[in-house]
Nanobody
């Protein structure tokens, strides 16, 4: 069982930055591709960014490209999402997820384990 714990959310003004973290204790972390997703009230969960097991491959949604950066530190079993130039439309609960595969995916159904989520609120 993979346990994922997100942190780093908060309330910020438009234009600010936040860095989300996802702790994933366990030896298997370095063998999983990881992803960040978000869900706003009344909307479906959507892809934000994903990264391969070793960090060599990463992709992100068009809506966050150039503003958000996904990274991982396998020595610390931790996934990150650096979010810059935040906009009110980025307001959502952000989830990290693991995938039993080396390579990233943007599809919710291809991830096996999920964290509890962390709230990000961006005011205008």
């Amino acid at each position: 069982q993979v346990q994922l714990v997100e942190s780093g959310g908060g309330v910020v003004q438009a234009g600010a930055s936040l860095r989300l973290s996802c702790a994933a204790p366990g030896r298997a972390f370095s063998t999983y591709a990881m992803g960040w997703f978000r869900q706003a009230p009344g909307k479906e969960r959507e892809f934000v960014a994903a990264i391969s097991w070793n960090g060599d491959l990463a992709n992100s949604a068009a809506s966050v490209k150039g503003r958000f950066t996904i990274s991982r530190d396998n020595a610390k079993n931790t996934l990150y999402l650096q979010m810059n130039s935040l906009k009110p439309e980025d307001t959502a609960v952000y989830y990290c997820a693991s995938r039993s595969n080396y390579y990233p995916s943007g599809k919710v159904r291809e991830y096996d384990h999920w964290g509890q989520g962390t709230q990000v609120t961006v005011s205008s």
